[in-house]
């Protein structure tokens, strides 16, 4: 899912049908973006592009290279170094995984730990953006509110530094175009239409920090008096891939491209969750943008000459059973025995639980300090569609493997070691996470689940609270009474493979991550771009 490109779009096309009618608005004076974007370095230095690609799998580009119809990703795979398994951050929800890539951490540091989540300090479900029953149960107000205030204003950790900031304290010149989460150290504003107003308690105008060239859409469109932009209602208001790529030609042809810009392309995802991920004409239509992109250049091998140019997925997708096939979890069902926070109610003091459902996986907060964490657990069990519960209990996580009930515990600081020099000591039953351990040198290997026990871990410690995190066996998705489902399409959220292995092209360097995880990306950038 895309949620805040779907939540602006979702909550806006609500409001929107409440009014009369859309005016043209005048247009906005320009802003800096222009003036200020360009690199200082000298011209022969390589700028960074890296192009987020929603949904984007490995498994579609080897399919389409070897039917002969993506000669663009083709060319990038013989010509760079291609990735087939880079580890998403967890929950696989575009927020996490883009506050995961800006920041090079966890939710447990970064501070947004999914699309929707409970914050217990001000007692109301947080909702960037779900589907429309639950943005028009919430409020669209709201959820706006949340989504293009709070989410990089307030939620998104302020002591953790986003690539952004580092660059500035640099001299070194950054970019986002349709980024979801883009804190930097220059001001902008985003700008709420005119039609909206007396609908929405937003004010007209916004100010926020990001880099040194900020695009979103409609709602901050640094081209307005310099280009014709597809960001009308008809364009989705510019949260398109047409809209970040004629952004990032603009950037090229006008030799106004900042050391690193971050693009985001948003629509292949949509087709995705439709059709499942067998889905194929999404990325054709991907690889013939990708052609036209590098051709601004002169040729793709002048692209490469003259840029570093990173591609990546941010999640994978499982194909989703059937709605005979019982493909949705109703949760509220499975926790019937408790008094469950209905969708746009405010918690009270009879409330046992609130549900914030991430498709695949899912946040249950238990407000009844009478109920146990464990009890509940067993509650979700044993329904054979789930596939793990896990919890937080003083310094120990906690997971429990749905239907047979096997238990492991964990937590960090241990002798045993991973693939990530990471240190951990683990109790009971391995085969609950999948793990390996070489009981010769204490090597930890992890199977079906990647990095299971800090992503796991970085979940449950990503904020306040009381909370079970559940994730559904592959085929399945959880849900509540509103939320939206995607039976016989695609789905993502949850910590398996099929949903955490992304794809990662680099091109015009040789240099590598130190790891194949999101978390890496930022370090790994700022070595391309910081010369000691």
């Known amino acids: 899912m895309t949620p805040l490109r779907k ?15 859309c005016q043209k608005e005048e247009a906005k004076p320009d802003e800096q973006d222009l003036v200020q974007v360009k690199s200082i370095k000298r011209e022969d ?25 993506l000669p663009t990703f083709q060319y990038l795979t013989e010509h760079g170094i291609y990735y087939k398994d880079m580890v998403s951050s967890f929950p696989t929800m575009s927020v996490t995984i883009d506050s995961s890539l800006i920041t090079g951490t966890y939710p447990n540091s970064h501070h947004v730990p999914g699309l929707t989540w409970y914050s217990s300090d001000e007692k109301k479900v947080i909702n960037y953006g779900t589907g429309p029953m639950e943005i028009w149960k919430q409020g669209g107000n709201e959820v706006l509110q949340d989504a293009l205030i709070n989410l990089n204003g307030k939620h998104l950790n302020p002591q953790i530094p986003t690539i952004y900031e580092d660059l500035a304290k640099h001299g070194l010149k950054s970019g986002s175009i349709n980024g979801l989460i883009y804190r930097g150290a220059s001001h902008h504003r985003l700008t709420i239409p005119d039609w909206l107003k007396g609908i929405t308690s937003l004010p007209k105008e916004i100010q926020v920090k990001g880099p040194d ?18 960001e009308g209602i008809t364009g989705r208001l510019g949260l398109n891939n047409q809209y970040s790529m004629e952004a990032v030609k603009y950037l090229i042809q006008k030799n106004k491209l900042p050391d690193f810009l971050f693009v985001y392309l948003p629509d292949l995802d949509q087709k995705l969750h439709k059709k499942g991920p067998q889905e194929r004409s999404g990325v054709e239509e991907l690889d013939k943008q990708l052609g036209s992109l590098l051709k601004q250049f002169g040729s793709p091998e002048e692209a490469l000459n003259k840029t570093i140019f990173i591609l990546a997925g941010d999640s994978g997708m499982t194909s989703l059973y059937s709605a005979q096939n019982d493909s949705v979890v109703d949760l509220p069902s499975l926790l019937k025995e408790y ?6 109610k405010s918690v009270t003091d009879e409330t046992d639980i609130v549900l914030a459902v991430n498709e695949t996986m899912a946040y249950v907060y238990n407000l009844n300090k009478e109920n146990s964490l464990r009890d509940l657990a067993y509650a979700l069990t044993f329904d054979p569609r789930i596939d793990i519960v896990s919890w937080k209990e003083n310094e120990w996580v906690y997971a429990l493997q749905g239907e047979t009930n096997k238990e492991v515990k964990y937590k960090s600081n241990g002798k045993m070691v991973d693939s990530y020099q990471q240190k951990w000591k683990v109790e009971r039953d391995l085969d609950v996470l999948d793990l ?48 939206p489902t995607h039976e016989g399409g695609g789905g993502h959220g949850s910590l398996h493979e099929k949903e955490s292995l992304v794809p990662l092209i680099i091109c015009g360097t040789n240099e590598k991550p130190q790891h194949l995880r999101i978390i890496d990306l930022k370090p790994y950038f700022l070595k391309l771009l910081i010369k000691e």
């Open 45 to 69: 230095s390589k700028k960074v592009i890296f192009l987020m690609i929603d949904s984007l799998m490995s498994q579609a580009i080897d399919d389409g290279i070897k039917q002969n119809k």
């Open 7 to 21: 939540i602006i779009i979702w909550s806006l096309l609500i409001v929107f049908m409440l009014t009369s009618g």
């Open 436 to 483: 390996k351990l070489n009981s010769k040198n204490q090597k930890l290997s992890y199977g079906k689940y990647p990095d299971v026990l800090q992503r796991l871990s970085g979940a449950l410690h990503s904020h306040q609270g009381d909370f079970l995190v559940v994730t559904a066996k592959p085929g399945y998705e959880l849900a509540d009474k509103s939320s």
């Open 339 to 344: 008094s469950v926070l209905k969708q746009g």
């Open 213 to 230: 060239f900020l695009a979103l859409g409609s709602l901050a469109n640094p081209l307005e008096n310099v280009k014709d932009m597809p």
